[in-house]
């Protein structure tokens, strides 16, 4: 098809020329006067600078000489940045840098070309201040003027974007020494001696605190298509730092680790970063982690980044790989108008082998080597409103198909079922070993202890023990609102079954990796059905810490009474169940002429009920037993006199002595709360009420709330034994 000719008149052929021509002309004009004051704009724009450098951040900035070296390109000498009383930060002596000419027209500034020559970066800490600290410090604006709205995924974008405007074409430098000097204590530095950019590679060498370590930083970079790969390694071993282990007593090191951007461009509202994150042979050791070293061979997140106008999410389109095994995690973080935490985990079902062995090694250790048969999955479920703690939502969950165990690790999960050796622990120090067995004259079989002791003990510690498989996911959700509004740990949700685990199995050692294993080995046994429920109880009633030095049920009721378990009344039995929690201060609770203190009545009362209404033993308005408990009298000398007050909160850790004032006979706050409820016995002396020590009016309500808890899962346990029947 021919398209047909278009006839345009000469003479706006001619009035276009000399339009376009005038413009040229212009163009040349203005050029050819801005590159001949281009000298001075560049010194009124470097002064400007400088002196915002100065108002804004306190910072002193000199430079020996600057101009222009090409077209786009300025070179700059002797260079110094000087925080405002505080170590020089930095020194460079040679710098040439080259902008792009169009992104400048559109106010981007695109840098083209970088080489540097001999400079130092320095950062210094002493004490609490350091030369970084202008970066807190900017004069703030007139507070009267309003504060738009910050658009996260707007804000993510525009950084993102100035970091990679940053990216040079092209880039040589030589000698840049980065030195971190942290209070005279731990000092680190990084030389490159050389690292280039030539048409997106990149190549680099740093000496590591003086050649210690030779790195390499290598890869590629995209950054006009938002793409990146850098891989970081060492010569002749892996990249490690000792400034970790002088700082944090922390030991990390790693063969290479490789970042990667794929793509970064919005979605919908959502500013999507697409990439992937990867570590070989990922070594870490840290006394909070575990007690030896945890080493992660191959580990690689691929990772969708979603950044909405509040929000920072981690999507589950997102997945772990460890080996073989593979996790898909949601995160979210909302920050307005509430903070909000959402967890998402979910593990596809997938072969039961290959998820035992991506658990990074020396992480469990008393399952390396453990082989199994079968698939598993895992869903786990968090969602806290910070707004709203109390309804908070938990939900954890480890699903078997065909799961069987072929082999044991390094210990055997069923050795409770026989006679074995237990020893307990005081301050990292073993005890002594005590025979879980019928050779040990205190082990008492559970069909031999008072049910008084055992019925107040499972109402006290464990309700629904006989039910649940290992955990109770209610106590554990309402562990994360009490912990989070006391903005500490102050409740655990352990059951009789993670406590058996934890002292049986596992070293006492506080690190998340002793945590994770006992929750992990809880599963085994509850679910594998390794060991009876009976069997687990009559384990723990013998293991039990009852007091100093004091274990199992046999000790104690030998220790304290003078009776064999069997021969335990109410009062006896609650009073055990009492202790528990906090063994070492038993004593404490009694008055000098063996009797309990008063302000113990209201605990008797309130168990005492419950067992009562699950029909466990009779009414008893008098106090279940609590006047009928009397410390054996071979004890009663090694009593405090009764006007000593105890800080028993002491006692939190394995100390074994109590930190002890003389006081007065006044009351405390729990025994004027409850000082009505209890007769008074005038021929003893006033009773010090050594519990409530130093316990606030919330934490005094939070054991109300705990105990009203136990009272209801009680009842929809009757309900639903009712219901069975």
């Not at 995160?331 to 991506?358: C, G, H, M, W």
């Not at 020396?362 to 969602?383: H, I, M, N, P, R």
């Not at 058996?500 to 050692?509: C, D, G, P």
Request: positive net charge; glycine residues 6%.
């Amino acid at each position: 098809m021919l398209l047909p000719k278009i006839n345009i008149p000469k003479k706006y052929i001619k009035i276009g020329a000399w339009v376009l021509g005038s413009f040229l002309v212009v163009c040349v004009t203005l050029g050819a006067i801005a590159y001949n004051k281009r000298e001075a704009l560049l010194k009124k724009i470097m002064a400007k600078a400088i002196a915002k450098a100065d108002k804004d951040f306190n910072l002193d900035i000199k430079i020996g000489s600057a101009g222009f070296s090409g077209l786009s390109t300025v070179h700059m000498t002797d260079i110094s940045v000087v925080p405002k009383d505080r170590d020089t930060l930095t020194t460079i002596n040679d710098l040439t840098v080259g902008v792009k000419l169009f992104p400048l027209i559109v106010g981007d500034v695109k840098l083209s070309e970088v080489i540097l020559n001999t400079g130092k970066i320095n950062i210094v800490f002493k004490d609490s201040l350091s030369n970084l600290d202008f970066i807190l410090k900017r004069k703030k604006k007139d507070t009267t003027e309003k504060k738009s709205k910050v658009d996260l995924g707007d804000l993510a974008h525009n950084l993102l974007n100035q970091f990679l405007y940053k990216i040079p074409d092209n880039m040589e430098v030589k000698n840049l020494m980065l030195a971190v000097n942290d209070n005279d204590t731990a000092r680190l530095s990084f030389l490159t001696t050389t690292a280039t950019i030539d048409d997106g590679d990149l190549t680099s060498t740093v000496l590591v605190n003086d050649k210690d370590a030779t790195w390499h930083i290598n890869g590629k970079l995209k950054p006009g298509k938002k793409q990146l790969d850098v891989m970081l390694f060492a010569e002749n071993g892996p990249v490690q730092l000792q400034y970790l282990n002088k700082k944090l007593q922390a030991k990390l090191s790693f063969d290479t680790v490789r970042t990667e951007m794929k793509n970064a461009e919005y979605s919908g509202d959502d500013f999507k970063i697409e990439g992937s994150w990867s570590v070989k042979n990922l070594l870490i050791n840290h006394p909070k982690i575990a007690p030896n070293d945890v080493i992660v061979p191959d580990a690689k997140i691929d990772a969708n980044m979603l950044i909405g106008p509040n929000y920072v999410t981690l999507d589950s389109s997102s997945t772990v790989f460890l080996k073989n095994a593979s996790i898909h995690p949601y995160l979210k973080y909302t920050l307005s108008p509430n903070k909000i935490y959402e967890v998402k985990v979910r593990a596809p079902e997938q072969d039961a082998q290959d998820l035992f062995n991506s658990f990074p090694q020396g992480l469990f250790e008393s399952l390396e080597g453990l082989k199994v048969s079968g698939k598993l999955k895992y869903d786990l479920d968090f969602y806290l409103d910070t707004s709203l703690p109390d309804s908070v939502k938990f939900s954890s969950g480890l699903t078997p198909s065909n799961f069987k165990i072929l082999k044991w690790g390094k210990t055997n999960l069923q050795k409770i079922n026989k006679d074995f050796v237990y020893t307990p622990y005081e301050n990292g120090k073993p005890m002594r070993d005590i025979l879980i067995g019928p050779s040990n004259p205190n082990f008492t079989p559970l069909s031999e202890v008072s049910s008084n002791f055992k019925n107040a003990i499972l109402t006290s510690e464990d309700p629904s023990f006989f039910t649940h498989k290992g955990f109770v996911q209610e106590s554990i959700r309402k562990s994360f609102a009490i912990n989070f509004k006391e903005k500490k740990f102050v409740r655990g949700g352990s059951t009789i079954s993670m406590q058996l685990v934890k002292n049986v199995f596992l070293s006492r050692q506080k690190t998340l990796a002793r945590k994770a294993e006992e929750i992990l080995i809880v599963w085994l046994i509850e679910n594998n059905h390794l060991t009876t429920k009976n069997r687990m109880l009559e384990v723990y009633f013998n293991i039990i810490e009852m007091g100093q030095n004091v274990y199992g049920i046999g000790e104690a009721t030998r220790h304290y009474f003078g009776k064999k378990p069997s021969d335990l009344n109410i009062g006896e039995g609650i009073f055990l169940a009492n202790i528990v929690p906090r063994p070492k201060i038993a004593l404490y609770k009694f008055r000098g002429d063996g009797g309990l203190k008063d302000y113990m009545y209201p605990y008797f009362k309130y168990i005492g009920n419950i067992m009562a209404k699950r029909g466990l033993t009779p009414p008893d308005t008098s106090g279940y037993g609590f006047y009928n408990v009397r410390l054996r009298e071979g004890l009663r000398q090694y009593l405090l006199p009764d006007t000593t007050t105890i800080d028993t909160n002491t006692f939190d850790g394995d100390d074994p002595l109590p930190a002890i004032e003389t006081h007065d006979e006044s009351k405390n706050l729990f025994d004027r709360l409850f000082g009505g409820e209890a007769k008074k016995d005038s021929t003893s002396k006033p009773a010090i009420q050594v519990d409530s020590v130093k316990k606030s009016r919330k934490e005094l309500r939070e054991e109300k709330r705990e105990q009203r808890r136990k009272e209801k899962e009680l009842e929809e346990l009757e309900k639903q034994k009712k219901e069975n029947q």
